[in-house]
């Protein structure tokens, strides 16, 4: 009996083990599928559960549209304020203009008073390009504008203008004459450099004004370099413009008026001009009173023997 007793405890042992074994895999099975789920990827689709079914998208719609239009809110709030801030408030506005020239022909007072239309306008939307046009429409003589904006309020301004070409006196009063031929008021005559203008309007107000043919006035230029780099026989003494016949009539420091005629090529009439110098250089000084190149291939001139009759003649035409 005690033997049966035995086995039996045995075969009981045994399946009882075998059922506890069973359980216990069935658990670290079910143990590790939890881990594992865990630790997988879920991507923000699935953790938000947008789009698992139909019903549940619908439900969580509404909810997204709500917070971009809160963001749509936000967003266009924050650009208007900077808009306003940047482009209508006194917080960015130019509130002080600092002029610098770099030479005496600039009048600096005119040049304030030609842009303080733009004290107070924005400082970011402030248009560089109007601020020197309103410069030189009142400076034509201006040649180089350099504007710098200095943050928060501040335009820094550097004027320079075209260098001074001749002096000149009209209705009793003294004008520098730049490079580009704008009259310049100055107190007294600076260069030694002087033209006379015959027959400008006096009536005409000059005060930084372009009032002569620039072509003509590139063809005065012209003539006075290919005398001062091309011959030392001419030393010229006194210029005089006709403005009405667009002449240029040279006075050398022997007495000899040469006359040239502005609307026609200037190389041609001084090639003439030095030929004839060359070929009567030892009498020219002694007999000649006036040479006249206006006339094409022809040079026309006046001996000292007819020198009462010659002047007169000069009188009676340019008086």
């Known amino acids: ?102 030479d005496e022909l600039i009048n600096i007072d005119l040049a304030y008073k030609s842009i303080e239309k733009y004290r107070y306008k924005s400082f970011f939307t402030l248009d560089k390009n109007l601020v020197s046009e309103a410069l030189v429409s009142h400076q034509p003589n201006i040649k180089v504008v350099d504007i710098k904006k200095i943050i928060p309020d501040n335009l820094k301004i550097i004027l320079k203008s075209y260098d001074s070409f001749f002096d000149t006196k009209i209705n009793q009063k003294n004008y520098t004459i730049t490079q580009n031929w704008v009259f310049i008021p100055s107190k007294e005559s600076k260069n030694t450099k002087q033209i006379e203008i015959i027959w400008l309007n006096n009536s005409l107000f000059l005060d930084y004004k372009q009032v002569l043919n620039k072509n003509y006035i590139n063809n005065i230029k012209q003539i006075e370099n290919l005398i001062l780099e091309n011959t030392s026989l001419i030393e010229i003494e006194k210029e005089v413009y006709f403005l009405k016949e667009q002449e240029l009539h040279l006075t050398t420091k022997d007495g000899i008026v040469i006359i040239f005629d502005l609307t026609k090529e200037p190389k041609v009439q001084f090639d003439k001009l030095n030929i004839f110098f060359k070929k009567h250089l030892s009498v020219i000084k002694s007999w000649i009173v006036y040479i006249d190149l206006r006339i094409n291939q022809k040079i026309i001139y006046c001996p000292k023997s007819d020198e009462f009759q010659c002047k007169l003649n000069l009188k009676s035409i340019y008086e």
């Open 1 to 102: 009996m005690s033997f049966l007793q035995n086995i039996f405890k045995k075969y009981k042992n045994y399946f009882s083990s075998k059922n506890f074994k069973r359980n216990l895999k069935q658990e670290k099975i079910k143990l590790y599928s939890q881990i594992e789920s865990k630790n997988k990827y879920t991507s923000k689709r699935n953790k938000y559960k947008l789009f698992k079914t139909k019903l549940e998208f619908e439900n969580t719609f509404p909810d997204i549209k709500k917070i971009n239009f809160y963001y749509f809110l936000i967003g266009s709030f924050l650009i208007l304020s900077t808009v306003y801030v940047i482009a209508f408030s006194h917080y960015f506005t130019i509130k002080s203009i600092d002029i610098i020239k770099e």
